[in-house]
């Protein structure tokens, strides 16, 4: 989900490098320092996020944005491509990455780089149509969920009448297609101080009758000291969902800090449970990464 270093469409790939730790896991989650606190850093989960309104457009222009996101291509790609692809445009990102690494197929799609923001002593965004502008979509409602999330974190992290930096903004798509989910994600610590993610749909199917895969949480623990791989101490490790009990799962997420401790965290394995060859599933996620 989140790389330590987003300095070029490259880095993308490491989103999906594999470093699991399946003996990590503690027997219950726990507060380590004080409410909200994980191993030296702010953690928090939030839901729902966004306006519900906003995001039923988002998605639905998402949805449409289909010349990539099929089954044809996605095996297409993970048959005859390992790295990095290169989708030069579609409907509504300038540009796009497809990755596959571990096995892990996605597309993201970067929405800001790196540049200054400044908030009133409301914590709302100021000179929003000039931060908009800046962002590479041509979506009305993807520039306006921007601009929502990062109100929603100054309010979190208390950005009044403060300037921050915006490390980078990202939509992701992970493609899921039966038998094949997501495992083995990376451990690590965000390049930004403030990280929020987000999944934006459900992993329900088009009717609502059934639940195409369980799984895609967060997982967060302790860092272990002294080595040059990232990677938790055993027994210190935590997952939260995006929804009570897998389901319904859009509109949830976390907001957390980089900078005081020792907690990083890593994307939750997904198991699909489709067993329709043609029906391609998503999790979709935004992720916002901050210096403040």
Known sequence: MLRADFSSPSTTSAFTAASGNSDGFSDEKKHTQATNIKFGDRFRTICPVFSKSLLDRVNLEINHDDRYFCSELVNNFLDGHRGVRYIHSSNIFESLDFTINSENPLFTARL??????????????????????????????IRALCSEALDIMADEFQWRDRSVNVVGIYLI???????????????????????????????????????????????????????????????????????????????????????????????????????????LAEKRIIVVLVDD
């Open 173 to 279: 798509r992970y493609p899921l297609i039966p038998s094949r989910g997501i495992k083995g994600m990376r451990w690590h610590k965000d390049p930004g101080k403030k990280s929020m993610v987000v999944q934006l749909n459900d992993n329900t199917n088009a009717t609502k009758t059934g639940v195409k895969y369980s799984g895609g949480g967060l997982n967060i623990g302790k860092k272990s000291p002294g080595s040059k791989v990232t990677f938790p101490v055993k027994g210190t490790v935590e997952n939260y969902p995006y929804g009570p009990h897998d389901e319904e799962i859009g509109n949830a997420g976390h907001m957390f800090s980089n900078d005081q401790g020792d907690l990083i965290h890593q994307p939750e394995d997904i198991v699909y449970h489709s067993e329709n060859s043609d029906d």
């Open 112 to 141: 800001c780089f790196e540049m200054p923001i400044h908030f009133d002593e409301n914590s709302h965004l100021m000179n929003k149509e000039v931060f908009q502008a800046r962002l590479t979509t041509s979506s009305v409602a």
